[in-house]
């Protein structure tokens, strides 16, 4: 493909470079540990992947992370998966999270905001006390180090000491957002057999009250592990019979105390969309995230305590244990609870301009949503605190890029992030001192040897390949919950290539060290032998004003042939009439080319996506090749399950 963009769309002033975390990083990791002075930062990034241990090891000298016993060496074996992280030495996640406390106690560690958009601040030193309470009651109620504590909670501060505090204690936290039906809960948590449940009474979304009473009470049913259910009355409900109240639990002033654990000792279990079977329930390690979160927010992202870190997010998704660990660089964080586009589109920047977010993180299907919805950010709010834009869970389309460039600022530093639950962090994205490419992320991450390689394991330069990581990262999964042999860990991502984790993308490696996502490797369009990634279609087909959203599968066919269909979902009031048909191919035919028009143009009721937002193309191509529905999709992992009736219909008739 062809990478000459001519000229970046955005460059940081030498001002901005030389006040870079990363800029101070270098120069004192080239001091202190042989890291190159020169060369910027490919160079940092290169020392990084070929002398990993002396960076990681370097990472927790300059991050100042506490081991209360020291480790014997910074890998122990560097086998994937397998990987042994810091072996010898313990810490605690929570503690580094709270270490403001001491030094900034009045200032907010936490803003909350719900859908009436106005600030509500919680300090550091209440934080820590709250944290500091609800562990000593979690460990009177017999929790201890490996025990599982889970919540049905928002984006509340309330979920942010809960997980601290199981954290303190040892405990492993997991977390869904409370729009999860039932059965979807259950998938998820009766994996885990959980201890303690917090739970709120219901939730705010699109300015309704949704009461959660009967869901909560299905879950006490169905959890036999369950010791303690925490009642949190966001609605003002009594708590249920048994229940404890989250006021008595978190009103002691009581001293945290942290239970010192293993390096990889299990922070939080975290789980995949999980398209078909039970949801992978992914364990990541208490030291693993600590690092990874420490070079990823504070490097990448150049966070520190005069930030104030916005991301749109729900406890179901892996970017709110993602923002939570903003507090570890000491940054302000912004908690919304409410619908991304109530009572506007333009909600979200209200949010930013209220709290006044330096780092203000999305999804690349807002940005476009505001672009269509003309809504104009910086016209309509003061938005001159935001340095970074920040967008992930899907590619972000060049017009994205543009669009937030002319209507937010033209001095705009946009990180179009890309990364996975399955590490918890980013492969690729934010670098505050590179130039931003339209289309493209900034680089890979330092410490990740992100490489695209083709079909023979051979890495490839300015062509589109599987994105793999030839080394271990911390923040890997320890383990899968229930995967007693590692064989479903293994299969996830080591099947294809033997020892290299491979993720399930299609990416271009440009040759001036920026990286293009193409979406998903295994719904990828192969026509005659050419692949395609399909977000270079959505991109075209959803700059049509006609256009809500789209969706193109490739079916292989019994017969050798290949059918690629796209399904539109129109606008309002809009008609698939030869005219509209005309123009869809015109624009695929002429933007990306011939070999990308589709086969036939379908118009479908929607698209449906996983319950973190996601477009699913696999399962939607296993119903199209004739796979039934209860065998080609989990069904509690999809936001609507009706649209796939449509999918199953129209295989039927195929057939």
């Known amino acids: 493909m062809p990478t000459a963009n001519p000229e970046p769309l955005w460059r940081p002033d030498p001002q901005r470079t030389a006040q870079a975390q990363v800029t101070a990083f270098q120069t004192w990791a080239a001091e202190h540990h042989g890291a190159p002075s020169d060369g910027g930062y490919p160079a940092l990034h290169r020392w990084s992947v070929d002398e990993l241990e002396t960076f990681w090891k370097a990472v927790t000298q300059w991050f100042d992370v506490r081991f209360s016993t020291p480790y014997t060496r910074v890998l122990g074996t560097r086998t994937m998966p397998g990987a042994e992280w810091f072996p010898g030495g313990t810490l605690n996640y929570a503690e580094h999270a709270l270490r403001a406390a001491a030094t900034r106690p009045d200032e907010p560690a936490l803003l909350h905001v719900d859908e009436i958009h106005e600030p509500s601040p919680l300090t550091w030193a209440e934080l820590r006390r709250q944290v500091g309470s609800l562990a000593a009651e979690l460990r009177a109620l017999g929790v201890r180090p490996g025990d599982r504590v889970s919540g049905y909670l928002p984006n509340i501060p309330q979920a942010v000491?809960?997980?601290?505090?199981?954290?303190?204690?040892?405990?492993?936290?997991?977390?869904?957002?409370?729009d999860?039906?039932?059965?979807?809960?259950?998938?998820?948590f009766q994996q885990v057999e959980p201890v303690v449940l917090f739970a709120v009474d219901g939730y705010r979304y699109g300015g309704k009250e949704h009461d959660r009473q009967a869901v909560v009470a299905e879950l006490r049913a169905e959890l036999p592990t369950l010791r303690a259910v925490v009642h949190i009355p966001l609605l003002g409900a009594e708590a249920p019979e048994g229940a404890l109240d989250w006021s008595a639990l978190t009103s002691a002033d009581e001293e945290p105390v942290f239970e010192q654990v293993p390096f990889d000792h299990p922070l939080w279990v975290l789980y995949s969309s999980g398209t078909t079977g039970l949801p992978k329930a992914i364990v990541q390690s208490q030291g693993g995230i600590l690092v990874e979160h420490l070079k990823q927010l504070g490097l990448h992202c150049d966070l520190g305590p005069e930030d104030r870190f916005f991301w749109y997010t729900s406890t179901g998704w892996m970017m709110w244990n993602?923002?939570?660990?903003?507090?570890?660089?000491?940054?302000?964080?912004?908690?919304?609870?409410?619908?991304?586009g109530h009572p506007d589109t333009g909600a979200q920047w209200r949010v930013a301009e209220r709290t006044g977010a330096t780092l203000y993180g999305t999804s690349a299907a807002y940005v476009m949503a505001c672009r269509k919805a003309d809504v104009h950010p910086s016209r309509d709010f003061d938005l001159s605190k935001i340095r970074c834009v920040a967008t992930t869970g899907s590619p972000l389309p060049p017009d994205g890029f543009r669009w937030l460039h002319d209507e937010v600022r033209d001095d705009l530093w946009i990180a179009s992030v890309s990364g996975g639950t399955d590490v918890c962090s980013c492969f690729a994205g934010a670098v505050p001192t590179l130039p931003v490419y339209i289309g493209e992320l900034q680089a890979p991450g330092l410490g990740?040897?992100?490489?695209a390689w083709d079909p023979d394991g051979r890495p490839v330069i300015d062509e589109v390949g599987e994105l793999v990581v030839t080394n271990p990262m911390p923040s890997m999964p320890v383990?899968?919950?229930?995967?007693?042999?590692?064989?479903?860990?293994?299969?996830?991502?080591?099947?294809?290539?033997?020892?290299?984790?491979?993720?399930?993308?299609?990416?271009t490696v440009t040759s001036r060290g920026s990286v293009v996502i193409h979406g998903r490797s295994d719904s990828t369009l192969n026509r005659q032998?050419?692949?395609?990634?399909?977000a270079d279609i959505y991109e075209v087909v959803e700059r049509l004003p006609e256009i809500k959203e789209s969706l193109v599968i490739g079916v292989e066919q019994p017969d050798g042939g290949y059918w690629m269909p796209l399904f539109?979902?129109?606008?309002?009031?809009?008609?698939?009439?030869?005219?509209?048909?005309?123009?869809?191919?015109?624009?695929?035919?002429?933007?990306l080319s011939p070999r990308h028009v589709p086969d036939e143009v379908i118009e479908v009721p929607g698209v449906p996506?996983?319950?973190?937002?996601?477009?699913i193309e696999v399962p939607v191509k296993r119903l199209l090749q004739g796979t039934p529905l209860e065998k080609a999709v989990n069904p509690g992992s999809i936001d609507d399950l009706g649209l796939l009736h449509f999918y199953e219909d129209l295989a039927r008739k195929r057939s």
């Open 161 to 178: 000491v809960a997980l601290l505090a199981t954290a303190a204690v040892g405990g492993v936290w997991t977390s869904c957002a409370p």
């Open 479 to 507: 383990r899968f919950w229930n995967d007693p042999d590692g064989s479903r860990y293994h299969d996830s991502y080591f099947d294809t290539y033997p020892g290299v984790w491979r993720h399930g993308d299609w990416i």
């Open 568 to 591: 539109v979902h129109l606008a309002p009031g809009a008609v698939l009439d030869e005219a509209l048909l005309d123009r869809i191919k015109r624009a695929i035919r002429e933007q």
């Open 529 to 534: 032998g050419v692949r395609m990634g399909s």
């Open 448 to 451: 990740t040897d992100l490489q």
């Open 180 to 188: 999860f039906g039932a059965r979807s809960v259950l998938d998820r």
């Open 322 to 340: 993602f923002l939570v660990s903003g507090l570890l660089t000491g940054t302000t964080i912004v908690l919304y609870d409410g619908s991304p």
């Open 609 to 615: 996506h996983t319950l973190t937002g996601k477009r």
